[in-house]
């Protein structure tokens, strides 16, 4: 069974430089620990004036891999819904990308709105980011917050998208969790799992297990911190693989 | 072998914290752990004697496997009085500061000295933050005065001062001081960024728990590191600074 990493990334992160920022070293870390694939995105596309370019330098770093190209887009840009279809025609996107924090917009915003549409027609999943860094640890630029009451109310608004949460904390998903579970088609990844204790087995007496997908927002994050906190859970070993085995892209 | 120097009780949660901590040293094989209890950020001096009285409770309790650090404001007038009761009855084996006041505080002073006499390390809490400093929270910049004023000074700089990049730059030049990696913030490239600036010998491992756990182990076991710095960092240095007979002048 294939076992996946839906939140990792290549390119520079112009705050820090980053040691491990390549395509080859994230399928390097995979190997190693036994992940297959991976939800790869363009850490430069979230700075470009243009995403696009970050994405056309993406699909020619991972053509012919098993990754899958998943697509930065901000909808405060113009014809993005034309980047979309591109997306989809030239790089056989998987999964589409949005920084709300970094991007400045309002999840309420009707651009965001006209996106979800788009997915939903072309059943692609959103890929929403809630964070990247600690917001502690932030230099230079502060993002917005991605407050997690607008996020239960967004998702709320677009019961037909699929939707994935990336780098939530647990007390902020815990916070909507009424939200979550009754959305059909929501998930959270685990690179915002950071603590407490045993948080996955904590997390999985408020979610059922198909909410949760292996992310690791690798390589900003350390690979192996989510990755061995769900690996040592103490759950049930098909949960763990259903986890890491993506299958939510698959839900119907 | 792991040794965990930077643990917490929280105040009210003495049973839950014990049975989380004493579960996850038999589940990752942690072979001691360091805790020191916690509640308010400015305790008075009842506060600090339960807390302390705690984490005594819970050595006896589990003296293989639990050690402690005293924790002390130092604004207390009681505060050396804390301290000599911690080391001396209590087996304590360090001195915890957090946020009550900047380490390079003069009223800190006095227990410095106090430690110095002692042979023991000072756990510093020292967090940079861009969002949500506290007044008196230290940062890097706070260890560096007290460790220069004090070369003698065994001290430890919790969580890489938060932000690394603040912290390690701060106390590069001071070797009397070392290193935790304890905390919640767990990037990729911290570990790395910490030994290209001052190796591997002053970098000790410690966690926050019941905080976390795998998100400091992760960040040790994906750094660029031999399996010989890897066990420095495990438990060598550690024993190094824990080790009241070696001086470091």
């Not at chain 1, 036994?34 to 939800?39: K, L, V």
């Not at chain 1, 917005?144 to 990336?166: A, W, Y």
């Not at chain 1, 579970?181 to 979610?207: C, I, Q, W």
């Not at chain 2, 293989?64 to 804390?82: E, Q, R």
């Amino acid at each position: 069974m294939s076992t996946v990493d839906v939140n990792c990334l290549v390119g520079h992160w112009p705050f820090r430089k980053l040691y491990k920022n390549t395509f080859e070293e994230v399928q390097k870390i995979h190997k190693a620990n036994g992940i297959t694939s991976g939800y790869v995105s363009s850490l430069d596309s979230i700075f470009y004036n243009d995403p696009f370019e970050g994405d056309e330098d993406l699909h020619e770093i991972i053509k012919g891999s098993n990754y899958h190209h998943v697509l930065t887009i901000n909808p405060m840009l113009p014809e993005f819904v034309q980047d979309v279809k591109d997306g989809i025609k030239k790089f056989g996107i998987k999964g589409v990308r949005i920084y709300p924090g970094y991007h400045g917009y309002s999840l309420a915003n009707s651009k965001l709105k006209e996106l979800c549409h788009v997915l939903a027609d072309y059943n692609i999943p959103l890929f929403l980011t809630i964070r990247m860094e600690d917001e502690r640890s932030d230099y230079l630029v502060r993002p917005n917050k991605v407050h997690m009451d607008e996020v239960g109310s967004f998702i709320g608004r677009v019961p037909d998208n699929k939707i994935i949460l990336l780098t939530a904390f647990s007390n902020e998903l815990i916070s909507i969790k009424e939200a979550i579970n009754n959305h059909r088609y929501v998930r959270f990844d685990t690179s915002g799992l950071k603590g407490p204790l045993f948080a996955v087995e904590k997390m999985l007496e408020v979610f059922p297990p198909e909410k949760m997908v292996y992310g690791s927002l690798y390589p900003l994050y350390s690979f192996s911190c989510t990755y061995l906190t769900l690996k040592h859970a103490q759950i049930d070993e098909n949960i763990k693989q259903e986890i890491l085995s993506c299958l939510f892209l698959t839900f119907t | 072998m792991i040794i965990d120097i930077h643990t917490h009780i929280w105040a009210g949660r003495y049973e839950s914290d014990k049975q989380e901590l004493m579960k996850a040293a038999e589940l990752y094989d942690i072979y001691r752990i360091y805790v020191s209890a916690l509640k308010s950020y400015y305790p008075d001096e009842a506060e600090i004697s339960e807390l302390n009285f705690e984490v005594a409770k819970f050595i006896k309790e589990q003296p293989d496997i639990i050690g402690g650090f005293c924790y002390i404001n130092p604004s207390n007038k009681d505060a050396l009085d804390v301290l000599k009761k911690g080391i001396e009855e209590q087996d304590m084996e360090g001195m915890k500061l957090w946020v009550a006041a900047y380490c390079d505080d003069p009223k800190v002073f006095p227990l410095v000295e106090k430690c110095i006499g002692y042979n023991i390390p000072i756990l510093i809490h020292a967090f940079h933050k861009a969002v949500g400093q506290l007044d008196n929270e230290s940062i890097g910049s706070h260890v560096t005065n007290l460790a220069r004023r004090y070369p003698e000074a065994k001290l430890l700089m919790a969580h890489l001062g938060g932000n690394a990049y603040n912290g390690i730059k701060s106390i590069r030049s001071c070797p009397n001081v070392w290193v935790d990696i304890s905390g919640s913030i767990f990037r990729r490239d911290d570990v790395d960024y910490t030994k290209k600036l001052i190796g591997t010998d002053r970098i000790v491992f410690g966690t926050d728990m019941p905080g976390s756990y795998f998100t400091n182990f992760g960040q040790i076991e994906d750094a660029d590191l031999t399996s010989e710095e890897k066990q420095l960092v495990y438990s060598g240095n550690t024993l190094k600074i824990l080790d009241r007979k070696g001086r470091i002048l």
